[in-house]
C-alpha cells in the first residue's frame, strides 16, 4: 500500500510523469523536489521570463548587449525564491490542499515531510535566494526584498477576496522592477509598464489555472478569479491580457525605441494569448492545465523579440 501511495505521489496531477529529476535522485528526496516545484519547473520559467525582460529592456535603452551574468543570478534566484514561495504557501495551506483532488497528495497534506522539515527547507531556500541577491546594487537589493510582504500574504487571500490572483501577480511580477533596477540603480517609466503589463499577464494566466479547482473551491469556499469570473471567464481573461499588452506597448515606446524585432516579438506574444483566450472552455477545463504552461511559449516569444533587437543593434 505505503508503494503505491508513493509511486502515485511522484505523477502529482499538474505534474508530469515519470521524470527524469525523479530517476537521479534518491527517493528520500523527492518530497523536498516536489515541495520546491522542481518537478513544474514552468513556475520558475514564469517567474524569471519578467526578469529577463526587464534587463534585456534596461540593455536595449542604453544600447548595450544583454547582461548575461544578470541573466543566470535571475534563473538561480527564480528556482531558489519558486521554491521558497512554493514550500511556505504548502505550510499555509496544508489543511485545504487535503479537501482539494489536485493538492492532496503534495508532501505536506500526504504526510510525507514534516511540518518542522518544510519549515527549515523553505527558509534554507531563501537564504539561497538572498545570497543571490546580495550581487546586485543596494537599491535592487532593497527592491528584492520589499517583494517579502506581498510573497508572505498571497496564501492568504483566498480566504478574503475573489482577487488572489492580482496578489499573485504583483509578487510574480517582481522581476520584471528587478532587471532594470540592476542596471540603472533606480526605476523609470519603462519597468513600472513592464510591471504593470506583467500583473495583468499573471493575473490572466493563473485565472485559466485556477479552473482546474474551480468545483472543489466552490464546496470549500475557496476564492479565486475563476469563480468570479464564472461564465465570463474567457471575455475576462481577454481584457486582462489585452490590459498586459498595451502596458507592455507603453514600457517598450518609453524607452525611446520603436525597433522592429521589439515590435515583432510583443505582436507574436499577443498572438498566443489570442489563441489562449479563444481555447478557454469554462465548461470543460480539462486544457487549462496545457493553456497555462503555454505561457512559458509566449514569454519566450517576447524574450525573443527583445533579444533580436539587441543583436540587430550591436550589428548596426
Request: hydrophobic share 55%.
Amino acid at each position: 500500500m505505503k508503494s503505491v501511495q508513493a509511486s502515485s505521489a511522484l505523477a502529482l496531477p499538474d505534474a508530469k510523469p515519470s521524470q527524469l529529476i525523479f530517476t537521479l535522485t534518491p527517493a528520500a528526496w523527492h518530497p523536498y523536489l516536489q515541495l520546491a516545484r522542481l518537478d513544474r519547473p514552468i513556475g520558475w520559467w514564469l517567474l524569471v521570463l519578467p526578469c529577463w525582460w526587464s534587463s534585456l529592456l534596461a540593455s536595449l535603452s542604453q544600447r548595450q548587449p544583454p547582461r548575461v551574468l544578470d541573466g543566470l543570478l535571475f534563473l538561480a534566484g527564480a528556482i531558489a525564491m519558486r521554491g521558497a514561495g512554493s514550500t511556505y504557501n504548502d505550510l499555509v495551506d496544508r489543511e485545504i490542499d487535503a479537501l482539494v483532488e489536485r493538492t492532496r497528495l503534495r508532501p505536506l497534506p500526504s504526510g510525507r515531510v514534516s511540518v518542522k522539515s518544510a519549515k527549515l527547507f523553505a527558509v534554507a531556500q531563501a537564504l539561497i535566494g538572498f545570497v543571490v541577491l546580495l550581487c546586485f546594487n543596494r537599491f535592487a537589493i532593497a527592491l528584492g526584498i520589499g517583494s517579502l510582504a506581498i510573497i508572505a500574504a498571497y496564501p492568504f487571500m483566498k480566504r478574503i477576496t475573489s482577487w488572489p490572483q492580482a496578489v499573485l501577480g504583483c509578487a510574480f511580477a517582481w522581476g520584471a522592477l528587478m532587471g532594470w533596477a540592476v542596471q540603472f540603480g533606480s526605476l523609470s517609466a519603462s519597468p513600472l509598464w513592464l510591471y504593470a503589463g506583467s500583473c495583468f499577464w499573471i493575473i490572466g494566466y493563473d485565472t485559466i489555472y485556477a479552473l482546474m479547482d474551480v468545483s472543489d473551491d466552490a464546496i470549500i469556499g475557496v476564492k479565486s478569479t475563476a469563480r468570479l469570473f464564472g461564465a465570463h471567464v474567457r471575455l475576462c481573461v481577454g481584457a486582462l491580457y489585452s490590459a498586459a499588452v498595451l502596458c507592455f506597448e507603453l514600457a517598450l515606446l518609453s524607452t525611446g525605441r520603436a525597433g522592429f524585432w521589439m515590435q515583432a516579438g510583443l505582436a507574436g506574444f499577443a498572438l498566443h494569448l489570442f489563441w489562449q483566450v479563444m481555447k478557454i472552455d469554462p465548461e470543460e477545463t480539462s486544457g487549462a492545465l496545457a493553456l497555462f504552461r503555454a505561457n512559458r511559449g509566449a514569454g519566450l516569444i517576447f524574450l525573443a523579440g527583445l533579444g533580436a533587437q539587441i543583436i540587430q543593434d550591436q550589428l548596426l
